[in-house]
């Protein structure tokens, strides 16, 4: 399936998000590291990641190769966004119950 944003996606992955599959010499590979090869080249050992920061996406123009401790970095940093949009969120709901029930005041959103 062709998203809106350009991924290629799987509908059935693993629990991770990931789909693996099996090679025509019968070992197990996830799909966007197999994309990529076919696509882009050999990985050389790095990591293939998802620029989308979609496990299920394998469009090799969403692929790239990174070292460990970037990918690791990016991931780190994304679940930090993550998080902060988590916080923020549960703000702005209880902001609004507190104005739904005429408890705001002059609470400034």
């Known amino acids: 399936m062709v998203t809106a944003d350009g991924c290629w996606e799987v509908t059935s992955t693993g629990p991770n998000g990931y789909r693996q599959v099996h090679t025509s010499s019968g070992k197990m590979k996830l799909l966007h590291v197999l994309a990529y090869e076919e696509f882009c080249g050999p990985t050389l050992g790095f990591p293939v990641h998802h ?59």
């Open 51 to 109: 620029k989308c920061a979609k496990p299920a996406c394998f469009n090799p123009d969403h692929l790239q190769l990174v070292t460990q401790r970037e990918n690791v970095a990016e991931m780190l940093e994304r679940n930090a966004y993550i998080k902060r949009i988590k916080e923020l969120e549960d703000r702005v709901r209880h902001l609004e119950g507190l104005l739904s029930t005429g408890q705001g005041g002059e609470v400034i959103v």
